[in-house]
Structure formats: structure tokens, C-alpha cells
């Protein structure tokens, strides 16, 4: 049986907060999922299915979008710890969802900084490509308003007393891989594409 598609996309780069975001809207009493129905291979999701791998699916996704982005330079380390973007024998690239990446993604293993900066750079244009409703949001600044905004949308009734109880009870780090995450700087990531589309998000450069 095919995968009911759900009726609000969450996305965005991967190593963004989507596993946090898919556990508050739990919390708050909607029912969602992460990387269930946009997934290599789908499993049955929630009326929200929270994950990276829709971001190449949002230009024709015409249901509402709720796109989260962190600090490029956060992205960028976190992917970097387990080898994304030097090492094409890494687990992650070598798996199911990394050949999904690279199947929407030039991946260059001689400029592995360059990658990182294009990645976050046409990953997240992918997801701000959606022709309908969409919200972005700040991982670690989600408000009570993000989540009632997903819960209208998913139609579940949701009051604000549990959305603010959903944001103060799960942190912004649920999926954090604090082992091997490299530190980055500007200085290692030099792209004015990066340092634009972070200053559009509202991230200090």
C-alpha cells in the first residue's frame, strides 16, 4: 500500500533540528513523524512528516511548508564530523538517505568546503522553492506560534498552553552528535553565497 502523503512538510538541511521539531509537535499533541513519507523508502507518517530528504519534493509540494534552518556554521561542522563532505566511503554517504543526497546534489571530494557551503546554500533554496504556505524558523528560537501555525495547517486542535509546554519541555538538541563534530569558522567556509543566505536567516556572520 502506498505511503499517505501528510498534510504539512517540515524541512530543511539535515543536522538542522528536524528530530527536535518532529518531538515538540509531538509533545504539543500533533501527530508527526520523522522521515517517514519523504524517505527512500516510506513508512506510514503523522499529519506532519518532519525531514531533511523532502527538500528536493517542496518546488512541487503545494501544502503548507515549515522550513528550519540553524547556523550554517553548526550545519556544516556536524555533517563534517562523520566525514559528509571529504569522505565518500562515510556510513552516512553510503546509506540509503546519503545516496538520496547525492542523487539531487554534486557532491566535489577535492573541495570539501566548497560542498559544505553549496549544500546549505541549494538545500535550503530547494525547501524556499514551495509555491504554498510557508513559514521558516530558527532552530532553538521555535515559539509556541510555530507550532500552533503547523497544528492549524495539520488540523489538530492544539492550545496554546501545550504548544508552550512542548517548546519548553524539548530541547533544540535532541539528535545532537556532540563525538567528532568539527569546529568551523568563516575562515575555513569563505563563500559570500554563505555568509548571504546566513545574514537573510538572521544568523550573526
Request: glycine letters at 10%.
Amino acid at each position: 500500500m502506498a505511503a499517505v502523503a501528510p498534510l504539512v512538510m517540515a524541512t530543511g538541511t539535515g543536522r538542522c533540528g528536524t528530530s527536535s521539531v518532529a518531538h515538540m509537535l509531538g509533545a504539543a499533541g500533533v501527530p508527526a513523524s520523522h522521515e517517514a513519507y519523504w524517505h527512500p523508502t516510506p513508512r506510514p507518517a503523522g499529519v506532519v512528516d518532519v525531514s531533511a530528504l523532502a527538500a528536493p519534493s517542496a518546488a512541487a509540494w503545494s501544502g503548507p511548508v515549515l522550513h528550519i534552518v540553524r547556523h550554517p556554521l553548526a550545519v556544516i561542522g556536524s555533517f563534517a564530523g562523520f566525514g559528509f563532505w571529504s569522505n565518500p566511503g562515510a556510513r552516512w554517504r553510503v546509506g540509503v538517505e546519503g545516496r538520496f543526497v547525492a542523487e539531487h546534489f554534486r557532491f566535489d571530494d577535492d573541495d570539501p568546503w566548497g560542498t559544505a557551503a553549496r549544500f546549505y546554500v541549494e538545500w535550503n533554496r530547494m525547501v524556499e522553492a514551495a509555491p504554498g504556505e510557508y513559514r521558516r524558523v530558527r532552530v532553538g528560537e521555535i515559539a509556541a506560534a510555530d507550532l500552533l501555525w503547523v497544528a492549524e495547517r495539520a488540523g489538530v486542535p492544539v492550545s496554546e498552553m501545550n504548544a508552550e509546554s512542548a517548546v519548553r519541555m524539548v530541547p533544540a538538541t535532541t539528535n545532537t552528535r556532540r563525538r567528532g563534530r568539527v569546529t568551523v569558522g568563516w575562515e575555513d567556509v569563505p563563500f559570500r553565497a554563505l555568509r548571504e543566505i546566513a545574514d537573510e536567516y538572521g544568523f550573526t556572520t
